[in-house]
């Protein structure tokens, strides 16, 4: 709406850059493959407090989701066991402004792949 | 100018409009954005309408005499009155108004006389948009389009009634209530009072109907008021239904949609296997469909103007051809259905005082749609600037509201008209100049954004007592510059605070008086408005 | 200590041994982030669930570290393996140190 919602205003990059270091200690610098992991979250969050999103990489033992436009990036870290039925998983999480959500796979073969998707986070108000 | 109100109308008849015979074996009549219009209206169509990305410079974003040489519209004729903005006091008062529901059976009944079992579908923003519709909470217009007897509907205004009492009407609506990206937002999965997908039998041809509701409602409107539903575009469970509708035997499948048209041609070129797509929300009435790949997309503009009839030829599971008629209902032409007449007239009585008064006069053009400003935003940003004593003042970039000619009584019904919402409150709050960038700033990449998907369907937000440049072709936080003070021609300080009034913010809580009455005393303080050329908005970029 | 947690889990009764099921869990949780504050400015301190795990018969399905980013009223949905009858397991694990516990067998049909 348009009545007087706070706004966070972070610089961006320091957060990005923050989520690089933060991914760099996951995967222990390692390279980053861009196949082999699906991120999916909506183009624009239809409220910020609670973003469906859905990470899966086939064949992973691990995936890590960052926010790298809020002010502490980590989200989540999911673990598969041998009884996970694929390596999927969905929740939702608070996103503090339009950013890019960013997953991170460990493969079983020590590989890593990564996916990131854009969510817009919008003030909203008008329509047709 | 000069148009005489007889010699316009000789040369159109009923049956000319309607057009005869029937081609193929299936018929769609497509109806939808009525925003609650029972009777006749004005509408003036959009001066401008910027398109972006992929979009610039083609359809739906022409206007004016590019629209007309775009579908061959001779200038002065009907089509020309109907679908372009030029002239249109002077052509308005030759042809008259256009619309209303009793004509609008007419037309149906019409091509029922043809094809009795043709599909009547209704594209939504149905009960909202007027007094009536606001005091009866939607009742005036599920009564009147019931007695149409329509086979499905999906929606967007709907669910500001907020979500028990869609409720209540969907559970006893006597067609379909589609849509299937209207999911229950606590687990995820499809709602169950709205079905995905609906089958229908016509012509010996399995035809399947599926709803696509508006995907950003809880960001457009106040998602506090229906907090049961997660919407979206689900372009990927739309593809799941194709594929499910056609392994049940379905040989056509429509889309009944509300994702306005740029979302439309995008979601066609993604999802395969939509034969037609019946589109909504942005309000654009089209003379013909748009083709991406093999599906065909008819638009089928707002507020009651326009029953877009498709007829198909529908062989072995295939659509091999069709023929189109964006069909004009100009009221004074086409005869009112008596039945359809008398109930409306009886949802309207018990409201007559109050509907007919007058509050004032009109001397310009009162119109709403267009990117920028229209004249009647102009009306109600005045209305706020001096009932709510503040320095700025914001109106929504709806799509709605019919418009009113120089000369024209303002009567409550016509306020209405352009206000009637669930959320009114005219609020008065300070915001900061940074604030109130960032507002401009997202709005702005709600319509310009290149990427179809991120937009909302809407126009820019309206202001008064501010003044500012646009480069439509900027990313967001780039596009808005040289914010204005009109009132002292100073610069907006980023750090100052400003007194900013407003309505229909989507935020729960907003208190204020509603809206409608803020521009009910502004009107009678005035006694006649009069609206001078707005040039406080400069646009670039296109 | 949170209150009024309240787990509550989608997991079919009946199975084909060797199925892979979709399960869904929600739980009624704030989730304080330790980011807001309160009106006197005051930092409100972080409560929110930690972790959440799913394990069939003992063997894990998945394991979850959450962070403050996680909404109010934690939602997963993912797949498991369900091998034999058995019993599901669901765990969430509270800053406060509660730890509530969900099960749900499932008989093989
Ligand atoms: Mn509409
Ligand atoms: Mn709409």
Redesign the pocket.
């Known amino acids: 709406g348009l009545g007087a919602a706070a706004m966070m205003v972070l610089p961006l990059r320091a957060n990005a850059s923050a989520t690089d270091d933060l991914i760099a200690e996951f995967t222990g610098g390692a390279d980053l493959a861009d196949t082999g992991i699906t991120l999916t979250a909506p183009e624009i969050a239809e409220n910020g407090n609670t973003v469906p999103i859905e990470v899966s990489a086939p064949g992973a033992s691990e995936i890590v989701v960052f926010a790298t436009g809020n002010p502490v990036p980590p989200v989540a870290q999911f673990s598969f066991g041998p009884l996970a039925g694929s390596q999927t998983a969905a929740t939702r999480i608070r996103l503090a402004k339009t950013q890019d959500v960013v997953a991170v796979a460990r493969m079983a073969d020590g590989s890593f792949a990564r996916a990131t998707q854009l969510v817009k986070v919008t003030i909203g108000g008008c329509g047709? | 100018g000069g148009w005489s109100r007889l010699a316009a109308q000789q040369r159109l008849t009923q049956d000319d409009l309607i057009g005869g015979g029937s081609f193929g074996n299936v018929t769609l009549i497509h109806l939808t954005?009525l925003?609650a219009q029972l009777t006749p209206i004005y509408f003036r169509e959009p001066e401008i309408n910027i398109g972006v990305g992929a979009n610039a410079g083609v359809v739906p974003h022409l206007t004016g005499a590019d629209f007309r040489r775009r579908y061959g519209i001779d200038d002065g004729s009907p089509a020309h009155y109907a679908l372009t903005y030029d002239d249109f006091t002077a052509l308005a008062q030759g042809y008259g108004r256009m619309g209303g529901v009793d004509r609008i059976a007419t037309v149906v009944n019409a091509i029922r006389a043809d094809r009795p079992d043709a599909l009547l579908l209704d594209g939504g923003?149905t009960w909202q948009g007027s007094y009536t519709c606001h005091h009866t909470a939607g009742q005036d217009m599920v009564n009147v389009m019931s007695a149409l007897k329509p086979d499905a509907m999906t929606f967007?205004?709907e669910f500001t009634l907020g979500s028990e009492r869609v409720h209540e009407i969907v559970q006893g609506l006597p067609y379909a209530a589609l849509g299937q990206n209207i999911f229950d937002a606590e687990w995820d999965e499809p709602a169950e009072l709205f079905k995905p997908y609906e089958f229908f039998e016509t012509g010996g041809v399995q035809v399947a109907v599926i709803g696509q509701a508006f995907p950003y409602m809880p960001i457009a409107n106040p998602g506090w008021m229906f907090p049961e539903y997660s919407f979206g575009i689900r372009d990927e469970h739309m593809q799941q239904m194709v594929d499910e509708v056609r392994a049940k035997g379905a040989e056509l499948v429509v889309c009944l949609s509300h994702n306005g048209l740029d979302v439309d041609k995008k979601m066609a070129g993604i999802v395969t296997g939509i034969d037609v797509i019946l589109s909504?929300?942005t309000?654009d009435a089209l003379p013909e469909p748009v083709q991406v790949g093999d599906t065909i997309i008819v638009a089928s503009g707002?507020h009651g103007k326009f029953v877009s009839r498709v007829d198909l030829d529908v062989r072995d599971g295939r659509m091999m051809g069709f023929r189109h008629r964006l069909i004009p209902v100009f009221s004074d032409v086409i005869a009112p259905d008596a039945d359809i007449a008398a109930l409306i007239e009886a949802q309207r009585a018990p409201f007559r005082p109050q509907l007919t008064e007058v509050i004032g006069q009109t001397d310009s053009l009162l119109y709403r749609r267009g990117n920028f400003n229209g004249s009647w935003d102009d009306v109600i940003c005045d209305a706020l600037l001096s009932e709510r004593e503040a320095q700025i003042a914001l109106s929504p970039g709806v799509?709605?509201g019919p418009s009113l000619l120089p000369g024209q009584d303002i009567t409550r019904e016509d306020i209405f008209g352009v206000t009637a919402i669930s959320y009114p409150e005219a609020y008065r709050t300070e915001m900061k100049g940074e604030f109130l960038k960032i507002v401009l700033e997202d709005v702005a990449d709600n319509i310009f954004n290149p990427d179809p998907y991120y937009q909302q369907g809407g126009d820019m937000v309206r202001t008064g007592g501010l003044g500012y440049r646009i480069d439509v072709s900027q990313p967001q936080g780039a596009r808005i510059s040289d914010m204005t003070l009109l009132a002292t021609g100073a610069p907006i300080d980023a750090s100052s605070s400003y007194v900013v009034a407003g309505w229909a913010s989507v935020n729960e809580g907003t208190e204020g008086p509603p809206i409608w009455e803020v521009v009910e005393n502004h009107i009678r303080e005035l006694g006649s408005v009069r609206v001078e050329p707005n040039t406080s908005v400069e646009v670039s970029g296109i | 200590m949170a209150t009024g947690v309240k787990p509550r889990v989608k997991v079919p009764a009946t199975v084909a041994a060797g199925e892979t099921i979709t399960i869904k869990t929600l739980i009624s949780h704030n989730m304080e982030s330790g980011q807001r504050k309160d009106k006197e400015g005051n930092t409100i301190p972080r409560s929110i669930i930690n972790r959440f795990t799913c394990a069939f018969n003992g063997e894990t399905v998945i394991d979850v570290a959450m962070e403050p980013a996680i909404s109010t009223n934690p939602y997963f949905q993912f797949e498991a393996k369900v091998p034999e009858a058995g019993e599901f397991v669901f765990t969430w694990y509270d800053d406060d140190g509660s730890v509530y516990e969900e099960k749900k067998t499932i008989a093989i049909g």
């Open positions: 047709g | 954005d925003h923003d967007h205004w909504g929300h309000h707002s799509r709605w």
